[in-house]
């Protein structure tokens, strides 16, 4: 048990659903992320909120669309996907205004697949 | 820029074996350090993590120390187990930001055999 929680741990879609993943923290972090973690390549950071605002978002293509409501929860919306987006979606959180001794959680992933 | 380079694997073990995963860094500033490990099927779960020069994280039998001279935080453990059969990723995080931005490694796939 990590204080991250992710829903759902599986999810199969076609490339033409719209599906969302979730992402909750219990952690009173007040940043979070997106990474994305493919077979044969490395993390990829995709989006992260700091104090609910988004700070940064690395060229993630469009179908791609996150949203933070409050400082616990992120979601990742997803719609007309490819196949090549299937891989493990990983949130994480940390507190905000990095300093020595800040620390990132990670939830359990959410593995996708596109069909 | 940050990188971090880890040893190539897989590394493959016998049970009680000991373990050595190199890493190695290069950032400006003072980065705190971590390991991360990814059991099959699983997310990143933190092994352990120093946050200035010399310190030593140690968790679940694994070692590592910060070593600024050779920009290095190599993990250790004295003898392995069929259990920490998993993949270890070393990282770095650069503080003065407002929020963290990792730099991982390619990530150690471990094996370790009865």
């Known amino acids: 048990e990590t204080g991250v929680t992710q829903t759902p741990r599986h999810l199969v879609m076609g490339m033409t659903n719209k599906k969302s993943l979730k992402c909750e923290q219990h952690l009173g972090h007040n940043a979070m992320y997106w990474y994305k973690q493919s077979a044969k390549k490395p993390l990829e950071l995709m989006f992260v909120y700091s104090l609910e605002e988004r700070v940064e978002n690395n060229s993630v293509p469009s179908r791609f669309s996150p949203e933070c409501p409050n400082s616990s929860h992120l979601f990742l919306h997803l719609h007309t996907l490819q196949p090549e987006d299937s891989a493990l979606y990983l949130c994480?959180?940390?507190?905000?205004?990095?300093?020595?001794?800040?620390?990132?959680?990670f939830g359990e992933g959410s593995w996708l697949t596109v069909v | 820029g940050n990188s971090v380079t880890q040893m190539e694997g897989p590394v493959t073990l016998s049970e009680e074996a000991f373990l050595t995963i190199n890493c190695t860094y290069t950032a400006t500033g003072y980065p705190s350090l971590f390991w991360y490990v990814q059991y099959p099927g699983e997310g990143l779960q933190l092994l352990l993590k120093a946050t200035k020069a010399d310190d030593k994280g140690s968790n679940k039998g694994f070692e590592a120390t910060y070593r600024k001279e050779t920009t290095s935080f190599h993990l250790e453990k004295g003898s392995v187990q069929v259990s920490d059969s998993a993949v270890y990723f070393c990282?770095?995080?650069?503080?003065?930001?407002?929020?963290?931005?990792?730099?991982f490694g390619q990530g150690t796939i471990l094996t370790v055999h009865p």
């Open positions: 994480a959180s940390s507190q905000a205004w990095v300093g020595v001794g800040n620390t990132i959680y």
């Open positions: 990282a770095l995080l650069a503080g003065g930001t407002s929020y963290g931005k990792l730099t």
